[in-house]
């Protein structure tokens, strides 16, 4: 059971301030100070023990400085005073100093040892001032405002008053060391402060050029290391493919295409499962009997989900033929809406009528002009076919009594009116009549836009054209095929092993290791080749150069691709102690390269939403606590990796030795380095 060392903000006490209070195991403390004092919470307790006060979905910044707060080479820096003689008020890059100064003023507060809580106003005032996108109440990110953090305080202490021009220099097939110690120190030139000395490493950037194979290698420096979580680059997806023969069945599939691929990948896997021409494809998101949705073959498949109903319709030509329009065509049938009666007479009042959606939509290839009304029934009719009981065509199967009965029945609708007007033309009771009449309808089909002159002339249609094919109520009942766009058989590919479902869980190494990999870069992300004077998609990869006194991991939860957005919720296992990133550092310092976590910022929810929490390594008490806005808990080594798990912050050991006993590797789980070497 957990130890709980939090009090509620407003609560009173008649404890007394203490000015300066020593403590041991080498932990420090500062009085009350400034705008974070707030007397009825002044509680004696252990330093680093403090909550923050949510001010309004701040609970992204109280997790990113609880876990800064608890670096204590930064900490000592800012408790003791020493950054006073390093502010560069005069920083173009830099925030005057304030940023630096209201964040010294919260960690005295947090380290006082006289609050259980404190709210973090001024901080934030001072965060919403330099940093706009910060401001109101909105939910953040706590690895963002961590980042923005960092590089303020690097600006406010940049020691460098006057920054020199460094010329930055090709590698030129010289050794790495000189190039890279080149680029360390020309970057120190211009950069030198506490958070450079804590938090920044090397990184070597390796980009070749696919047409010449231009090499080129630069150093870069780094302040947290953003690593990907291995996740799956294909999916799957189940599609009902519509044949264009009407004898054919429809099918439905399951089709292994690229995470982040187009419709057009899609249509080459049905092309190909199917054996069918992709070209000749047009997909569907049909959704209670309407298109909710006519994909181009450019669009991304991310905009479909796996809920999504997906149907590709086989077509006669190139989906792409620029004169030919793939004319959407829906069915309704007329149904009784409502009935209204005055009086006890059963002839008064009238009969009200509407249009619904039934069925399967289909997809129409006509051309774009030189089409009349009776052809365009007969190439609909045809694409009806498949609805149809084919043994009743060609029989009598219309009932001129009936036929009258319905026209009798007819409501004042414009469309009832035509359809009236056009039986009307039909004397002869040898005449068969049309299955169906048409109307340009809306997308929804729910509502008439226009109508069709049944003229001879040429009917005028247009890409966004929508059409509906109203059935006769005898036509409805004796020749359509209740079970055929339910009749749907199963192909083979729907046995296949499902390949997205995802990891329940990973180890930290697996995703420094991804970090690591050659990558191909994006469409939107093109490298300049000086050597072929255009734009590259060109392969890039990391090594790790050198490593910092404190190492920040930023877990690559959060995903974005055009309009979809998720979040990867999988379980990354990381070790509290013995991180050892020796063999993956190519530099020449690989010695001291074993870590210690002292602190981790939780992000709990989905996407745009969710809560920040973290955990910590108090150096005073040698023990784990969980901060929760406020709230303050003792907790234990077993509580620390969860799935929540966002930006971990790790200490190397001869760096944390200075501060906590044992060098931080006091933990019963891990007494030995970690490898994180793959195999």
Same mark, same amino acid.
């Given at each position: 059971?957990?130890?709980? /060392? ?7 006490s ?27 919470s ?37 408790v ?7 502010l ?24 006082? &040892? ?15 001032r ?6 109101g ?11 923005f ?16 021009? @460094? ?44 047409e ?88 991304? =498949? ?16 190139a ?16 149904r009784?809406?409502a ?10 009042g ?15 290839? @006509?051309?774009?002009r030189g089409l ?21 065509l060609?029989?009598?199967w ?8 319905h026209?009798g ?28 009449? %048409? ?10 836009v226009?109508? =069709? ?43 296949r ?24 870069? &994006?469409s ?17 990869k ?6 910092p006194? /404190? ?32 063999p993956?550092?190519? &530099? ?11 602190? @981790?910022?939780?992000?709990y929810?989905?996407m ?8 910590a390594?108090?150096?005073?008490? &040698? ?8 709230? /303050? ?26 501060? %906590? ?19």
């Amino acid at each position: 059971m957990s130890t709980s /060392v939090s009090s509620d903000f407003s609560s009173t006490s008649s404890t007394s301030t203490v000015n300066l209070r020593s403590t041991t195991g080498g932990g420090y403390s500062y009085a009350p100070y400034n705008g974070y004092d707030d007397s009825s919470s002044r509680y004696v307790t252990k330093p680093g023990l403090c909550g923050l006060t949510n001010l309004g979905n701040t609970c992204f910044m109280n997790s990113a400085i609880q876990c800064l707060s608890n670096v204590p080479a930064l900490t000592e820096y800012f408790v003791q005073d020493t950054f006073k003689g390093e502010l560069n008020l005069d920083n173009p890059l830099g925030m005057k100093g304030e940023i630096a100064k209201a964040y010294a003023d919260l960690v005295k507060q947090i380290w006082s &040892g006289c609050h259980n809580s404190t709210a973090p106003r001024n901080f934030k005032l001072q965060v919403g001032r330099f940093a706009p996108q910060f401001t109101g109440y909105q939910q953040h990110d706590s690895q963002e405002l961590m980042a923005f953090l960092l590089d303020g305080l690097h600006e406010d202490l940049n020691r460098v008053k006057k920054k020199p021009y @460094v010329e930055l220099k090709d590698a030129a097939n010289r050794p790495e060391e000189e190039v890279a110690k080149e680029a360390w120190d020309g970057y120190r030139l211009r950069n030198n402060s506490i958070i450079v000395d804590t938090f920044h490493g090397l990184l070597k950037s390796t980009v070749v050029c696919p047409e010449c194979t231009k090499i080129s290698v630069t150093f870069d420096p780094f302040c947290y290391l953003s690593v990907p979580l291995p996740m799956n680059k294909e999916r799957q997806m189940e599609v009902f493919l519509v044949p264009w023969q009407h004898e054919k069945k429809l099918t439905q599939y399951k089709l292994t295409v690229p995470k982040q691929g187009i419709v057009r990948d899609l249509c080459n896997a049905l092309g190909k499962e199917a054996n069918l021409d992709p070209s000749k494809l047009v997909v569907c998101d049909v959704y209670h009997h309407r298109f909710h949705q006519v994909y181009s073959y450019d669009e991304t =498949l991310s905009r479909i989900l796996d809920r999504d109903e997906i149907y590709v319709y086989e077509v006669n030509v190139a989906a792409n033929d620029p004169d030919t329009i793939f004319l959407p065509v829906y069915q309704r049938e007329k149904r009784s809406r409502a009935a209204y009666t005055s009086g006890s007479s059963s002839s008064s009042g009238y009969s009200s009528y509407s249009w619904n959606l039934f069925s399967l939509p289909v997809v129409v290839p @006509v051309p774009k002009r030189g089409l009349t009304y009776e052809q365009l029934y007969d190439v609909v009719l045809e694409r009806m076919r498949r609805f149809l009981i084919v043994t009743k065509l060609g029989t009598r199967w219309w009932d001129s009594k009936k036929r009258e009965d319905h026209e009798g029945s007819s409501s004042e609708g414009e469309h009832e009116r035509e359809e009236s007007d056009e039986d009307s033309s039909e004397k002869s009771d040898e005449v068969e009549p049309s299955l169906f009449r %048409f109307a340009v309808v809306n997308s929804y089909g729910n509502s008439e836009v226009g109508t =069709l002159q049944k003229d001879g002339s040429n009917v005028r249609l247009t890409d966004r054209t929508y059409i509906s094919g109203d059935w006769l109520k005898e036509a409805r009942n004796k020749l359509y095929d209740e079970n055929s766009a339910e009749d749907i058989q199963k192909h083979d590919s729907l046995s296949r092993t499902n390949v997205t479902k995802k990891k329940d869980s990973m180890q930290l190494s697996e995703c420094i290791e991804l970090f690591l990999t050659m990558e191909k870069l &994006g469409s939107e992300d093109l490298w300049y080749c000086p050597v072929c004077k255009k734009h590259q998609q060109a392969t890039k990869k990391f090594d790790l150069w050198s490593a910092p006194q /404190v190492l920040v991991i930023h877990l690559k939860r959060f995903f974005y691709q055009r309009v979809l957005r998720d979040k990867i919720d999988s379980q990354v296992i990381f070790p509290l102690t013995g991180l050892d990133l020796g063999p993956k550092i190519i &530099g020449p310092d690989k010695q001291q390269a074993v870590y210690d976590l002292i602190a @981790v910022s939780n992000h709990y929810g989905g996407m745009g939403g969710g809560h920040y929490t973290a955990y910590a390594k108090n150096r005073t008490t &040698g023990k784990w606590y969980y901060f929760d806005d406020s709230s /303050v808990s003792e907790s234990s080594e077993q509580d620390v990796c969860t799935k929540a798990a966002y930006v971990l912050i790790y200490v190397r050991r001869d760096v944390s030795k200075k501060y %906590f006993e044992n060098g931080g590797a006091e933990s019963t789980n891990t007494t030995e380095p970690m490898d994180t070497t793959e195999g």
